[in-house]
Nanobody, 129 residues
Framework: QVQLVESGGGLVQAGGSLRLSCAASGRTFSAYAMGWIRQAPGKEREFVAAISRSGSNTYYADSVKGRFTMSRDNAKNAVYLQMNGLKPEDTAVYFC??????????????????????WGQGTQVTVSS
């Protein structure tokens, strides 16, 4: 089991940057593929980015590709989301999520929201125009 705590959200002007962090508890963090999912008011949750257990592979939603970068540090039990060129439509609560992937290849990841087993409480990102 893993517990996730996000931080780094806030209010930023369009075109600005934020870096989200997600701290994970437990000794088996490297067994989890990780993801960032966001939810805007009145909308369904939307997949944003994923990273494999080893960190060798990443995948991004088309809406953030080229602007967002996801990374992880297994030694620190943490994942990050660097967000550049923020737009008002990026405004949402951002969730860090973990997919238990111990029995899969270390380069595997998932983009299916339903595959994520553990979720953080979320951090608010607001982008003003």
């Amino acid at each position: 089991q893993v517990q996730l705590v996000e931080s780094g959200g806030g209010l930023v002007q369009a075109g600005g940057s934020l870096r989200l962090s997600c701290a994970a508890s437990g000794r088996t963090f490297s067994a989890y593929a990780m993801g960032w999912i966001r939810q805007a008011p009145g909308k369904e949750r939307e997949f944003v980015a994923a990273i494999s257990r080893s960190g060798s592979n990443t995948y991004y939603a088309d809406s953030v590709k080229g602007r967002f970068t996801m990374s992880r540090d297994n030694a620190k039990n943490a994942v990050y989301l660097q967000m550049n060129g923020l737009k008002p439509e990026d405004t949402a609560v951002y969730f860090c999520a973990a997919d238990y992937a111990y029995y899969r290849d270390t380069s595997a990841y998932t983009t299916h929201i339903s595959d994520f087993d553990y979720w953080g409480q979320g951090t608010q990102v607001t982008v003003s125009s």
